[in-house]
């Protein structure tokens, strides 16, 4: 009973971690959407993206959610089956979702595709410390049967 107790608390901290770095990197996306909107609106685009950012912010993080959900789950559930508590598997992991999140917006053609490239590594970066941070630096503690 305890191990399941543990487990389910463990499931808890991982849910969280990985909720907390989707809601960081997708704070960090609708930063990166205010000197976007300048760029194509001026000054009405980025008033206009300030009224709605925190309905910004929720898009992005419900996008960031949906495309990388299943395959973040299988990650963790690895990592923490093997205990990996470097910091480097978790960002790495999460900058090669950033790529998996750009090649599917189609934001690779135009001139602005460097920039968005960018600040998606950097949102990525941020989430796989951030959730390092809360979670994998604690992985497999306390789940181990006894």
């Given at each position: 009973?305890?191990?399941?107790?543990?487990?389910?608390?463990?499931?808890?901290?991982?849910?969280?971690?990985y909720?907390?770095?989707?809601?960081?990197?997708?704070?960090?996306?609708?930063?990166?959407?205010?000197?976007?909107?300048?760029?194509?609106?001026?000054v009405?685009?980025?008033?206009?993206?300030?009224?709605?950012?925190?309905?910004?912010?929720?898009?992005?993080?419900?996008?960031?959610?949906?495309?990388?959900?299943?395959?973040?789950?299988?990650?963790?559930?690895i990592?923490?089956a093997?205990?990996?508590?470097?910091?480097?598997?978790?960002?790495?992991?999460?900058?090669?979702?950033?790529?998996?999140?750009?090649?599917?917006?189609?934001?690779?053609?135009?001139?602005?595709?460097a920039?968005?490239?960018?600040?998606?590594?950097?949102?990525?970066?941020?989430?796989?410390?951030?959730?390092?941070?809360?979670?994998?630096?604690?992985?497999?503690?306390?789940?181990?049967?006894?």
């Amino acid at each position: 009973m305890k191990h399941m107790i543990a487990l389910a608390a463990r499931f808890r901290v991982v849910v969280y971690g990985y909720l907390v770095a989707s809601a960081v990197a997708g704070f960090y996306m609708a930063i990166w959407f205010l000197p976007y909107a300048m760029m194509k609106g001026g000054v009405a685009g980025v008033a206009f993206s300030f009224l709605f950012l925190p309905l910004i912010i929720c898009v992005a993080v419900i996008y960031i959610v949906a495309v990388t959900a299943i395959p973040t789950m299988v990650f963790i559930t690895i990592a923490e089956a093997y205990q990996v508590d470097s910091v480097l598997p978790y960002v790495a992991f999460a900058v090669i979702m950033a790529l998996f999140v750009f090649a599917l917006s189609g934001h690779w053609r135009g001139g602005e595709a460097a920039f968005f490239c960018a600040s998606l590594l950097i949102a990525g970066y941020a989430a796989g410390c951030v959730y390092w941070e809360l979670a994998g630096q604690m992985a497999g503690e306390g789940c181990e049967p006894r």
